[in-house]
């Protein structure tokens, strides 16, 4: 069984640029979750998407939003990228949120 | 406002011996207790997943316990090996039944020295 995979691995953008990052779950699992993980504030939780819906958010900015498709493969964007914006973003996927997560090995981010 | 807060920050131990990462939490309602390992630049394994009705779980070499009314979990690694040097990680899920919302601890150092 695949596990969960992200893309790109890494990325350098800029300042005031926008990123897209991608993440598909394991085959079945329902709900995709993104976090954020830096040195400074460790893992932080971004969004949950379960069955196309945002389900829970966490305590971000508008400028970090998310989506869903049909084959619970789901995206992330960051639009007007800030230098602490830097960081490590993992996707977790799980048949239904509560239940055991699966970490993808994540999109390591940095803005320049 | 819903804290986990894990202890000690890091350690270092002998490779054959056991230890002991503490995770004390303010989150209430409380839902779940994970355990999670990290090596170096990959996502997060899951070790346990404990619910506010149990005290103890085991995972092969990794055994956490729960103390609900304390709102202390540990988690004990025994005859520990090389590959045990990571960072661990305890979540508290305040909410089930769609509502999922974790609260993360900044995570233990472990190195394991031969």
């Known amino acids: 069984k695949a596990g969960v995979t992200q893309t790109p691995r890494y990325l350098i953008k800029t300042r005031g640029q926008q990123v897209t990052l991608s993440c598909s779950p394991i085959?079945?699992?329902?709900?995709v979750s993104w976090y954020q993980q830096t040195p400074g504030q460790g893992l932080q939780f971004l969004f949950e998407?379960?069955?196309?819906?945002?389900?829970n958010k966490g305590n971000f900015p508008g400028r970090f939003s998310g989506r869903q498709f049909s084959n619970s493969r789901s995206e992330m964007n960051v639009s007007t990228l800030e230098l602490g914006d830097s960081a490590l973003y993992l996707c977790?996927?799980?048949?239904?949120?509560?239940?055991?997560?699966?970490f993808g090995p994540g999109t390591r981010l940095t803005v320049l | 406002k819903n804290q986990v807060e894990q202890s000690p920050q890091s350690l270092i131990i002998l490779e054959g011996k056991n230890c002991t990462l503490q995770?004390?939490?303010?989150?209430?309602?409380?839902?779940?207790l994970r355990w999670y390992k990290q090596d170096t630049g990959r996502g997060p394994v899951s070790l346990t997943i404990?619910?506010?009705?149990?005290n103890t779980k085991s995972n092969g070499r990794y055994t956490a316990t729960l103390d609900a009314d304390t709102k202390q979990s540990s988690l004990h690694i025994t005859a520990s090996q090389l590959s045990d040097s990571a960072s661990y990680i305890c979540?508290?899920?305040?909410?089930?039944?769609?509502?999922?919302?974790?609260?993360f601890g900044r995570g233990t150092s472990l190195i394991v020295h031969p």
């Open positions: 998407y379960f069955s196309e819906t945002q389900r």
């Open positions: 979540v508290v899920s305040p909410t089930s039944g769609g509502s999922y919302i974790p609260t």
């Open positions: 977790a996927s799980s048949w239904d949120g509560d239940n055991e997560q699966f």
């Open positions: 995770c004390n939490y303010t989150v209430s309602p409380f839902s779940n």
């Open positions: 404990m619910t506010f009705s149990e």
């Open positions: 085959s079945g699992h329902r709900s």
